[in-house]
Structure formats: structure tokens, C-alpha cells
T-cell receptor, first 113, second 116 residues
Framework: GDSVTQMEGPVTLSEEAFLTINCTYT??????LFWYVQYPGEGLQLLLK?????DKGSNKGFEATYRKETTSFHLEKGSVQVSDSAVYFC????????????FGPGTSLSVIP | GAGVSQTPSNKVTEKGKYVELRCDPI?????LYWYRQSLGQGPEFLIY????????DSGLPNDRFFAVRPEGSVSTLKIQRTERGDSAVYLC??????????????FGQGTRLTVV
């Protein structure tokens, strides 16, 4: 079935370090791909998305490119901040009659000053 | 309010009891989703409503779980004869259409259910 795999955490980085969180997916057809973020004490928020192959989603300095050939959607940021500390979820939306979203297990990121 | 509201934010109940969790979606959103997030895991799909009807309830784990949305707005997730394994954060989300348009779903902060 459709599923998402992402790198295990927790990930701890120093401020201004480069971030990569790997994400790969399995899906029938061509899903849309998402990164959601959950800050401490807050609800899930959509961080960025890409709806077709080679699309790049970006927001708040984060980027991810939809790679159909490697079925990947890795999240990157060039210089992380303490405020980026959160849990990041890679997700896909299968192309059914509605937007059913399937989430990965999440990767916890801690950024230390 | 402007966002998805879930009440209560925390619920502790004894094993075997019945609980109801409430979700107030964003006004005008026709699509509503319930997810369950266990500790250290990503949210798992439970059920999807389009308007008043449950269009997909394939994620409900068993017949102790039931959800309604009688007027196409507020939804209630009902769990009978709760078990300790039901302990999780229950998330609600809504989106404008849900019609396969890949529109953004907005999540509430969840209800943390603890069964003791």
C-alpha cells in the first residue's frame, strides 16, 4: 500500500548548520507530497508541498524537490535556527476522490544555540 | 475562531468508559478528517466526512469507534469501552473541498486521550 518512510530522529544540530531530512515514498500513481511541521504545543501545519514530478516546494527557507525517479522528497534548509526545533512529517496525498493524507513517522529536530 | 478547534484538549478516562471528542472545523469547510497519533508515530487516518456523510471510514480500527457530523459542521468522535491502547492524540482537520483538489488541510491541536 501507499506509505512514507523518513529518517529516524532525533536530529540535533547547532544553529546555522545545514539540515537534510530524508523522505521516500511508495505510492500507486502520482501522489502529491508534503512536509508538515509540529512545533511544541501546537497543531500540525503545512510547511510546503509539491504536486508533480520535479516541482520544488519552499517556505521559510525550507525546500524539497519531488523526485519521481528516486521516489524521494528530502527536506533541506541551509541554515537552521533555534526556532526550527519541531517534529517534521513527510506525507503524501493519494489521488482519490478526496485528499487522504498518509504521514510518515516524523523526525524530531532540536537546534541548539 | 479562525482555526480548527478541538475539545477537550486533554481527557483522562478509565478503561471501559465511553468518551466523546469534539471537532469544530473552519467555517465553510466541507471536508473533515479524523486522525490518531500515537506516541512517536505519525498521524494515522481514521475517517473522512464530506458534508454530513462519512465518505471513507476505512481507518476506524474497530466497531468501538464511531464518528458523526449531523449538520455538516461539528463532528464528534465516539469511543466505546475504551482500552489502554486507545491512548493517543486524536487530531481533526478540515479543508475547503476535499474533492481531490490537493487543497490544504488545516489541523486542530488535538485531544490527548489517556485511558487508565
Amino acid at each position: 500500500g501507499d506509505s512514507v518512510t523518513q529518517m529516524e530522529g532525533p536530529v540535533t544540530l547547532s544553529e546555522e548548520a545545514f539540515l537534510t531530512i530524508n523522505c521516500t515514498y511508495t505510492a500507486t500513481g502520482y501522489p502529491s507530497l508534503f512536509w508538515y511541521v509540529q512545533y511544541p504545543g501546537e497543531g500540525l501545519q503545512l510547511l510546503l508541498k509539491a504536486t508533480k514530478a520535479d516541482d520544488k516546494g519552499s517556505n521559510k527557507g525550507f525546500e524539497a524537490t519531488y523526485r519521481k525517479e528516486t521516489t524521494s522528497f528530502h527536506l533541506e534548509k541551509g541554515s537552521v535556527q533555534v526556532s526550527d526545533s519541531a517534529v517534521y512529517f513527510c506525507a503524501l496525498s493519494v489521488k482519490t476522490s478526496y485528499d487522504k493524507v498518509i504521514f510518515g513517522p516524523g523526525t524530531s529536530l532540536s537546534v541548539i544555540p | 475562531g479562525a482555526g480548527v478547534s478541538q475539545t477537550p484538549s486533554n481527557k483522562v478516562t478509565e478503561k471501559g468508559k465511553y468518551v466523546e471528542l469534539r471537532c469544530d472545523p473552519i467555517s465553510g469547510h466541507t471536508a473533515l478528517y479524523w486522525y490518531r497519533q500515537s506516541l512517536g508515530q505519525g498521524p494515522e487516518f481514521l475517517i473522512y466526512f464530506q458534508g454530513t456523510g462519512a465518505a471513507d471510514d476505512s481507518g476506524l480500527p474497530n466497531d468501538r469507534f464511531f464518528a458523526v457530523r449531523p449538520e455538516g459542521s461539528v463532528s464528534t468522535l465516539k469511543i466505546q469501552r475504551t482500552e489502554r491502547g486507545d491512548s493517543a492524540v486524536y487530531l481533526c482537520a478540515s479543508s475547503p473541498t476535499g474533492g481531490g483538489m490537493n487543497t490544504e488541510a488545516f489541523f486542530g491541536q488535538g485531544t490527548r486521550l489517556t485511558v487508565v
